[in-house]
């Protein structure tokens, strides 16, 4: 029953912050400066979520692993490869890694 | 008219569906990692897949079954848990201002709210990923797509983890870590090509998140959304004209 309170209590405090931008009124006109703020939201948050993230990705302890595959991936997007190219191509080079350790 | 409307639809659903494969592939190690979690911590098969299908937040399912397990309250979790989402009321705002719909459709859809499925959706145009027309846009099918995909990768991965724990091999799992990352750099890359504003306001955020994780020892939670909120603050500031 602790358990179920639990998950619902989590459920609920995890929606919430979902939810409520979306009912905020339709009409409503946010002041410029606060747009143009929100603009940079998205590239802000994925250096953020990037860095430092990425160097314990694979292994806590090593974090030369991460980096690598960040590497990897930055290359194969620089050279302008799909997507999911770029993701397998990291996996790739990582497992090959952690297989020669 | 009705008709091609619905097809419109269709290929956004569809192209969101696409854009997402790399979240689903990026979730399924996460996600067996909590099941695995979950199970031994002496949850039921059940409850652990009813965290996943209902929580549906990674960082803070594994805070959870952390908290639990060292004896803490129900109402303090819920408090711990809560203050590490907060940052998802940024990302709604963002995305409530960009995703075109009725406010119910906005509602059911802000379920689907992650690190992943916002940057995902912003980043990547609904003509496919770096058009530059069509980035600020994004429809309410591409979202839905992107959003279905990720989330059966979640609880997909959960119950994987929860039934299969001992025959997954461990290089495998541990290099598909990596995954996550490569799709945010995958996103990264062409927008920093095709902006050097874009690419220092990037740049800016990383270097905030590690500063105030490494040197004023911030919760995760916190640091991204104060980076995140400082980095766009400055760009904003730094880029008067306001184009992207």
């Known amino acids: ?101 | 008219m009705a008709l091609w409307v619905a097809q419109k639809e269709v290929v956004q659903f569809r192209l969101g569906l696409m854009q997402g494969l790399s979240i689903f592939l990026g979730y399924l190690p996460a996600a067996v990692a909590f099941g695995v979690l979950g199970a031994s911590t002496g949850l039921s098969y059940f409850q652990v897949a009813a965290m996943s299908a209902w929580v549906y937040a990674g960082a803070s399912q594994f805070m959870g079954l952390n908290l639990l397990q060292s004896g803490a309250s129900v109402p303090e979790i819920i408090l711990a848990t809560f203050v590490l989402n907060l940052r998802h009321v940024l990302m709604s705002t963002v995305l409530s201002k960009r995703i075109q719909g009725n406010r119910v459709l906005k509602s059911i859809l802000s379920f689907g709210i992650t690190d992943e499925t916002f940057v995902l959706t912003t980043i990547s145009g609904s003509a496919g990923t770096g058009s530059e027309a069509a980035v600020r846009e994004i429809t309410a099918a591409r979202f839905a797509g992107v959003a279905v995909i990720a989330y059966s990768g979640w609880l997909i991965g959960t119950v994987f983890g929860t039934v299969f724990v001992d025959i997954l091999p461990q290089i495998a799992m541990k290099s598909m870590g990596i995954s996550i990352y490569a799709m945010f750099i995958a996103l990264l890359v062409p927008s920093m090509k095709k902006s050097g504003r874009v690419a220092m306001i990037s740049l800016l955020g990383g270097a905030l998140n590690w500063i105030l994780l490494s040197e004023l020892k911030l919760a995760t939670g916190w640091s991204v959304v104060s980076a995140t909120m400082l980095a766009s603050a400055c760009g904003a500031l730094c880029y008067k004209e306001g184009k992207q």
């Open chain 1, 1 to 101: 029953m602790k358990i179920y309170l639990l998950i619902a209590g989590m459920a609920l405090v995890t929606y919430i912050p979902r939810l409520l931008p979306m009912v905020l009124p339709e009409r409503l006109q946010f002041p410029v400066w606060l747009d143009r703020w929100l603009q940079y939201v998205p590239y802000a948050a994925l250096g953020a979520l990037i860095f430092p993230g990425v160097l314990t990705s694979v292994d806590g302890q090593r974090s030369w692993l991460g980096l690598l595959g960040g590497f990897t991936a930055g290359l194969l997007a620089l050279a302008g490869l799909n997507l999911l190219i770029v993701l397998a191509g990291a996996i790739a080079v990582v497992a090959f890694a952690l297989s020669m350790i």
